[in-house]
């Protein structure tokens, strides 16, 4: 029994598609883990928002704590002014009861919500309020522990009008508050160690005499208990610290301020001892003395225990404040409350993705299939087919339909790099074209205006200068026969007396003489410039010829010498010429100077750039300046060979180094220097065009070299060598 041909071809078996290789899974992955990649950015964002805000809460509190002390240094101060006001009020009525004097102390310390101790002395050598009294130093002196007040006169220890609290306002000439000092307080029955400072002002009388000096103490106890609260979030402490860095105010342990015997010890306990604080101290003196009156840290202590550390300095007497939180207290809940957000976040996201992509990959699923049906088919005729459609994937059984596309694509890519590149050569030469256009019918103009400009002022000129000499031969005849005149007839005419001592014929004589010299000066000097824009333009000169190189450099100097000399804006631009003894050079004259043109307007754009941000100092000190060297140079090979003697003596070629004391060409802008249409100047000052033509003019028709040798803040360069004959020969 014969069988047919479709039953000798066995049905290609239905191939399954990996879970973990199928679109679906690799979609849902790739979805899943770039919304990761936002939700990660997303919640570092909110961690880094809400930990500045816990900062802020903390610099928050820290502001106002610091405010309300320095509202009550403020006071503190008002107070002991108006003590010293009331002092001077005493004197000059004339009281010197020294009574008197104690009383108003009484009942001013009375008064006083924050002083323990208030008290005057007058100098020794100058006693005016007192004069009964050589160490007078009436005070009153508030018991801490029961509040009472004990106010008295009399003479005082002689060594008190040497201590701080009495010389230093004496020195300073205003009040100042003084460093926190322990000390035994004897006054006080029983004697007691005190540990305050004190606001101490000199006072004067009306007629500037110095009276005494006052001060009131402030116990640093009363701070301690002012300072004695949390900072924020029931947690933290505050340190008050002097501009020297004595601890004041230490509210976790307030004996930690001061320990020991009063009389053997003047020094409070320092705040950079304490711990390891030192560093964080020298860090906090090195924001304050930038000028950051506040800011807020992080410290981690001997223990290891991390720390935030706000500071703020206190205007009155230069303290500083302090607040120290633990981190967890400040980013502790941040931490929570972020990581409780992404976690949320991501598991929605998933849930919510995981819902979308299925679908996605179901719909896309039932759209590919017709195609992926087309694909089984043509994998049958071809083994690299049969290769590409074993793959595991839906996509990968759609690569055979690219597959015949991919070699035509190839093909129609190589055909556009070529046309491409003869595009690219082609916008190259007409950029050259045009560049070379545009700077020859801007020199054609610039020559054809110098030389219209020279030719008008030449002829007028030539007038004037050829009739000077006749002129002063008629002159000087002239003044010969009034001088035979006056020897032959002395005895003149009364009227023509008068008429010559009118004119002053003597001063007329001799200065007709100089005017006639210095009109000829200045017609020689007009002469000079006619000939030097002449020599510029070489209109009349297309072809070589031997010139000198320094006559082109020098009229092209006279046409830039407005822009040289000084102005309000500017100042002057030296010209420094260090010529060397060159030979007549074969050259095209005028494109010569059109070279000589664009390179000196170069470095005088960047000298006038450059000058416009430095002080005058720096002016006066290094001038701008243009140097401007030539050379002439003989080849290697020439010295070395064994020509005849006037043939070695002959320089090969000439060297014309142009340079400027500017700002440089930076290093981006080095590699582009001499391409077309290339510039670093402002819309409408420049083409780009200059050192372009330059160069071609140079290297193409002189054959010859430009070169540039800069570097920022050394100024620039240019190099410039042509032969002193050339190959084509003089017309």
Not at 608 to 624: H, Q, S
Not at 644 to 663: E, F, K, T, W, Y
Request: glycine share 6%; net charge neutral; charged share 20%.
């Amino acid at each position: 029994m014969q069988s047919s041909a479709s039953d000798s071809v066995s049905p290609r078996p239905k191939r399954q598609i990996s879970l973990m290789r199928s679109v679906g899974s690799r979609l849902f992955l790739s979805v899943v883990g770039g919304s990761l990649v936002g939700l990660v950015g997303t919640a570092f964002l909110t961690y880094w928002e809400l930990a500045r805000q816990s900062e802020a809460e903390l610099r928050s509190s820290l502001q106002v704590k610091a405010e309300n002390l320095d509202g009550d240094f403020t006071t503190f101060e008002y107070s002991t002014k108006l003590v010293a006001d009331a002092i001077k009020t005493f004197y000059e009525a004339g009281e010197r009861r020294e009574q008197v004097y104690v009383n108003l102390l009484d009942r001013s310390l009375t008064t006083s919500p924050l002083g323990t101790g208030l008290g005057f002395g007058q100098p020794p050598d100058n006693r005016l309020i007192l004069p009964s009294r050589k160490f007078a130093y009436p005070y009153a002196v508030r018991n801490p522990k029961t509040g009472k007040i004990e106010a008295q006169g009399g003479e005082a220890a002689q060594t008190n009008f040497q201590e701080n609290y009495f010389t230093q306002p004496i020195v300073a000439g205003q009040p100042i508050w003084l460093e926190p000092v322990p000390y035994l307080e004897d006054t006080l029955k029983p004697p007691q160690i005190l540990v305050s400072t004190a606001y101490s002002m000199p006072f004067y009388s009306s007629k500037g005499q110095l009276l005494g000096v006052l001060s009131q103490d402030l116990e640093l106890s009363f701070l301690s208990k002012k300072l004695s609260v949390q900072v924020m979030r029931d947690a933290g402490y505050f340190i008050l610290v002097s501009a020297k860095g004595g601890l004041i105010a230490y509210p976790p342990d307030p004996q930690v301020v001061y320990s020991g015997d009063a009389q053997k010890s003047t020094n409070l306990k320092q705040f950079p001892g304490m711990n390891n604080y030192a560093g964080l101290w020298q860090r906090l003196q090195t924001a304050l003395q930038s000028g950051t009156n506040s800011g807020i840290t992080q410290w981690q202590d001997a223990t290891g225990k991390r720390e935030y550390w706000a500071y703020q300095r206190i205007p009155s007497n230069d303290w500083v404040l302090m607040a120290a939180v633990p981190e967890a207290v400040v980013l502790g809940p941040v931490i929570r409350f972020t990581a409780i957000s992404a976690l949320g976040s991501i598991i929605g996201v998933s849930i919510v993705l995981g819902m979308v992509v299925a679908m996605f990959v179901k719909r896309l699923n039932q759209r590919l299939q017709p195609i992926m049906d087309e694909c089984n088919r043509l994998a049958e005729t071809s083994a690299k087919s049969e290769e590409l459609m074993n793959r595991e994937d839906e996509l990968g059984r759609l690569t055979i339909s690219f597959y015949a596309l991919l070699g035509q694509v190839t093909v129609n890519e190589r055909r556009l790099r070529k046309e491409t590149a003869k595009s690219a050569q082609a916008f190259q030469a007409l950029q050259q074209t045009q560049a070379q256009l545009i700077q020859t019918e801007k020199m054609s103009s610039l020559g054809q205006l110098v030389a219209g400009v020279a030719h008008e002022i030449n002829n007028p000129i030539n007038f004037i200068y050829g009739n000077l000499p006749h002129a002063t031969n008629y002159t000087r005849d002239l003044l010969r026969l009034i001088q035979m005149y006056e020897q032959r007839y002395a005895d003149l005419d009364p009227e023509i007396r008068a008429y010559r001592e009118e004119i002053d014929l003597d001063f007329l004589v001799s200065d007709l003489q100089k005017m006639l010299a210095s009109m000829s000066i200045g017609a020689d000097r007009i002469r000079e410039i006619v000939l030097s824009l002449r020599n510029f333009s070489r209109l009349d000169e297309s072809d070589m010829k031997r010139v000198q190189i320094h006559d082109g450099i020098d009229s092209t100097l006279l046409i830039l010498q407005n822009r040289l000399r000084p102005n309000p804006a500017q100042p002057a631009i030296e010209i420094v010429k260090q010529y060397g003894d060159l030979p007549l050079v074969e050259c095209y004259a005028g494109q010569l100077n059109q070279v000589f043109m664009n390179i000196l307007s170069n470095a005088i754009d960047a000298l006038e750039k450059y000058n416009e941000g430095r002080p005058a100092a720096e002016l006066m000190a290094n001038p701008a300046t243009i140097t401007i060297q030539t050379e002439a140079i003989k080849s290697e090979g020439q010295a070395a060979s064994g020509k005849a003697l006037a043939s070695q003596s002959l320089p090969s070629s000439v060297v014309i180094r142009i340079r400027d004391n500017g700002p440089g060409i930076s290093p981006e802008h080095y590699a582009k220097l001499f391409d077309p249409f290339f510039t670093t100047k402002p819309i409408g000052k420049g083409t780009g065009l200059g050192l372009s033509i330059s160069y071609q003019i140079i290297v193409e028709k002189h054959h010859g070299s430009l070169k540039c040798v800069s570097a920022p803040g050394q100024g620039a360069e240019f190099w410039l060598e042509i032969p002193v004959r050339q190959q084509t020969p003089v017309k």
